[in-house]
């Protein structure tokens, strides 16, 4: 549990809570009975797990009954599934619960429009702020190390990155139908990358043509992966969301992604191409776009993601927002 900042918001004292550690809840609630009027307590929650859930109702119920101030905020990813997206017990079980937090929130922070457009349904309106999704910015030397490989692999092989758990919404069976066609149309110019574990889903692959990383992938691994990858590949025929996006900007990647409604707010952006993952002529053509560009272009365009990124998804637009939101 970490008191990150404390700062004046009209005339309360607000200490944010960024993350809360489960094993320290009772020092949160007994600084929740200590403090006095003038004070607020702000509290954020950005996970799904049902020890969260409790302890908010108990915050508030303490909260209640002393007089305190605290405001709840609540992070909620995906408001509600899809039919036919996840198991229907568990999307029932994932909405109950954000309709219990919906109900004892003060505010409910939703990370994409298509979130924020599916909250509206249960959630007093009143209570929904968007907040996009957000990384810590890398320093500039790394992206320039970053960088400085990859224009120099670009003229002879760019690598192409699937990154993240493998769900059936998330059709890793469209990055293996990119990487056939590049490979038929471009060979020996490019590698692929899959990296990620599967769960109840299995797809078979070609192990000479795709690099495998299964399982759990750590921070540093991750970090490594991007690193050196020019693209990242979003197939996803679902999504609300996307923080492999986000993440993937703050490496100023290049994007390959499906056109569905989730992301269209990255159209006519620079380092961003859309296809349809089911149609080779649209592939095709985006794989033709992007084997198209030359390494001056390619620079260009890593530099305009890392801006993008820092506009929409930094600590620094984190810190702006928030202070707008509280």
């Not at 119920?61 to 997206?85: A, C, Q, T, W």
Request: hydrophobic share 45%; with cysteine; aromatic share 16%.
């Amino acid at each position: 549990m970490t008191l990150n900042t404390v700062s004046n918001v009209a005339s309360y004292s607000v200490k944010y809570l960024y993350s809360v550690n489960m094993q320290e809840s009772w020092l949160l609630i007994k600084q929740l009975v200590s403090i006095n009027k003038q004070e607020r307590i702000s509290v954020f929650f950005f996970l799904i797990q049902l020890d969260y859930l409790v302890l908010a109702l108990v915050l508030k119920i303490i909260s209640k009954f002393f007089s305190k101030n605290l405001e709840v905020s609540y992070l909620m990813h995906e408001p509600k599934f899809e039919k036919g997206r996840i198991n229907p017990f568990k999307a029932y079980i994932v909405f109950l619960y954000h309709l219990v937090f919906g109900y004892i929130a003060d505010k409910i922070l939703l990370p994409s429009n298509e979130a924020f457009l599916k909250a509206k349904d249960f959630v007093n309106n009143d209570k929904l702020y968007k907040l996009n999704l957000s990384f810590i910015s890398l320093p500039e030397e790394i992206l320039q190390n970053n960088l400085a490989q990859l224009k120099y692999s670009w003229d002879k092989e760019k690598t192409f990155l699937l990154l993240g758990r493998a769900d059936r919404d998330k059709n890793p069976q469209g990055f293996l139908f990119l990487a056939s066609i590049i490979n038929k149309n471009y060979p020996k110019q490019a590698r692929f990358i899959w990296a990620g574990s599967e769960r109840n889903i299995q797809v078979n692959y070609d192990e000479k043509l795709i690099i495998r990383f299964p399982g759990f992938i750590s921070n540093s691994a991750k970090s490594f992966l991007l690193g050196l990858s020019h693209f990242v590949v979003i197939p996803y025929s679902f999504s609300t969301q996307s923080g492999v996006v986000t993440e993937a900007l703050s490496y100023g990647k290049l994007l390959i992604i499906n056109d569905i409604p989730t992301f269209s707010y990255l159209k006519g952006l620079s380092f961003v191409f859309f296809t349809d993952f089911n149609d080779k002529s649209s592939m095709s053509k985006c794989i033709h776009d992007v084997f198209s560009m030359d390494i001056n272009d390619y620079e260009t365009r890593y530099w305009e993601a890392i801006r993008y990124f820092k506009e929409n998804h930094s600590e620094a637009y984190l810190s702006k927002t928030l202070q707008e939101i509280l």
